[in-house]
Structure formats: structure tokens, C-alpha cells
């Protein structure tokens, strides 16, 4: 083989070694390569054209999401954020500070009990207050902006206190509390109301009371005075103490008032409350 047909050869073949590693090169590397950069630059493309949507969009969804704000924080109800019973016990002494009465009451959580969208917080209450603080306590809770149900309601008479318009109650609370804080910028600002219509009588309270209000002011005793003299306008008296006094029409005594003033007759006509029972005491001149 001649010099010439060898170099030849070799560099036939060193050509074609050259030509089939960058054969390979480019189609099991750089093809792979391009076809991910190509797969890329789609999901880019499709990434951009999702944001420009989103772009477009955010004006509208924004004054829709403030709009919807507005709606949630102008609710009659709204739920607590979380289940924690401290967050109920935090709303019960609110409510009782702002209803400006005294509430003494314990505080038992008993369960928690969630759903699909949102939970119940089941607590009981039991304590003693005067029987109006009872009605504006429980009247708060139910009215107020955070949603609670009292039921299961119990109220008797203190007996163990000498105030007749204390009560000892106890009853059942659940309060709804959401699964999901959609609308965390609410935060903890609810407002406590008040239905102003409804009755504070108690119907617990005695009529006829086993003993009657001390005389502390030293009004005069009609039952135990005399009427002495009278004009057209006007009754003497010597009360209890030996005092001659003069009353009006309308004047206070002891457990009642002076109601009427009969000169032709020499008589007055006191209305007296007597532990409750209503008596009309009639004192005619001493002659």
C-alpha cells in the first residue's frame, strides 16, 4: 500500500469517526435539549398568558374581594375564628362588662363538635346575678355580632340572699366558630348589641313581701298619726313622734302618699304599699 493511499485512509477515517460522534451529538443530546427548551419556553408561554389573564383581571377580582369585605363585616352574624374555647369566655366577660351589671357565673367547655363548613363550641354557664343583669346578659349574647345559641335556660330564686331580685341560673351556649378564616382581616372587631325592647320584669320577684322597708328616712307613719286640722290645700298631722306636720296632695309618707284631701267631709285619703299589698288608709279630723 502506497504512502499516499494509507494517509488517505486514515484520514477518511478519522472524517468519518468525526462525522458520526457529532452525528450523535446532535441527535441523542442536543435534540433532547432543544425539545426541553422548546417544552419549557411553552410552559413559560402558557405561565405568561395565565398572569396577563390574572394581569387583566386583578382590578376587578380586587373590588370584588373588597366589595365581599364590606358584605362579611356588615353581617348581622358572624362566627368566631377559631375553636378556642378562650375566645368564647373572652366575648361572655365583654358582654358583662359592657352591660355595666354584675354577672357572677362559671364557665364550663364541654365539647367541640365540627361539620363540612364550620363548628360548634358547647359550653354551660350557672350563676347568680339580679334578675334584669340575667335578662341584659343573655339579651347581649344573642344580639351580638358572633354567633351564639343559649338554650336549656333555667332561673330560680336566690333564697340564700336577702335581696329578692337575685336568681340563680344556668343554661347551655353554642358558638359557631368557621373551619376556614376566608376573611382574617375582620380580626377580633365584632360589636356587642342590645334588643332594647325586650322586658326586664321579673316574674320571680314577690308581690306580697314577708316584711315592709324600714321607715329610714323618718317619713311620717300614717297609721300611726293623727289628723288634726285641715284646709282646702292642706292636712295637719301629729305623726308618730308627737310632731304636727302638713301635708299636700301628692306628698310622700311612710309606704305611701296623700292622694286626696275631703275638706267637706274632714277627711284625707293615703294609698299605702304594705309589703306588697296595696291598702287605702282614710284619717278623719279629731275632734
Known amino acids: 500500500m502506497s504512502y499516499a493511499l494509507r494517509n488517505t485512509l ?9 462525522v458520526g460522534l457529532g452525528f450523535a451529538y446532535s441527535k441523542f443530546f442536543l435534540e433532547s435539549k432543544v425539545e426541553d427548551l422548546q417544552n419549557s419556553l411553552v410552559e413559560k408561554q402558557n405561565d405568561l ?6 394581569n387583566t383581571q386583578f382590578t376587578e377580582l380586587n373590588e370584588r374581594y373588597i366589595a365581599a369585605l364590606e358584605v362579611i363585616s356588615n353581617y348581622d352574624k358572624i362566627l368566631f375564628s377559631s375553636n378556642k374555647p378562650d375566645d368564647v369566655f373572652d366575648f361572655l366577660n365583654r358582654v358583662n362588662q359592657e352591660g355595666g351589671f354584675q354577672i357572677y357565673y362559671d364557665y364550663i367547655f364541654s365539647d367541640s363538635l365540627p361539620s363540612a363548613e364550620y363548628g360548634i363550641l358547647q359550653s354551660s354557664i350557672a350563676g347568680y346575678s339580679k334578675y334584669d343583669a340575667l335578662t341584659d346578659f343573655i339579651n347581649r349574647i344573642e344580639h351580638s355580632q358572633l ?8 332561673i330560680s330564686p336566690a333564697r340564700q340572699d ?3 331580685r337575685m336568681v340563680n341560673f344556668s343554661f347551655d351556649l353554642e358558638s359557631y366558630y368557621e373551619k376556614t378564616n376566608l376573611f382574617d382581616s375582620l380580626g377580633r372587631n365584632y ?6 325592647d325586650i322586658s326586664t320584669y321579673n316574674p320571680l320577684y314577690p308581690l306580697i313581701q314577708p316584711s315592709v322597708q324600714a321607715n329610714i328616712n323618718g317619713l311620717i307613719n300614717i297609721q300611726s298619726s293623727k289628723l288634726i286640722g285641715m284646709t282646702a290645700n292642706r292636712v295637719f298631722v301629729r305623726d308618730q ?5 302638713s301635708l299636700k296632695e301628692g306628698d310622700q309618707v311612710y309606704l ?3 292622694v286626696s284631701i275631703d275638706l267637706q267631709n274632714k277627711k284625707a285619703t293615703f294609698n299605702l304599699d304594705v309589703g306588697g299589698i296595696e291598702e287605702v288608709v282614710t284619717l278623719e279630723v279629731v275632734r
Open 191 to 196: 360589636s356587642i348589641n342590645l334588643d332594647e
Open 241 to 245: 313622734t308627737g310632731r304636727i306636720a
Open 10 to 18: 486514515i484520514l477518511l477515517t478519522t472524517l468519518s469517526l468525526i
Open 162 to 164: 336577702d335581696d329578692l
Open 147 to 154: 354567633l351564639n345559641k343559649v338554650s336549656n335556660l333555667t
Open 49 to 54: 398568558v395565565s398572569k396577563e389573564d390574572i
Open 256 to 258: 305611701g302618699s296623700l
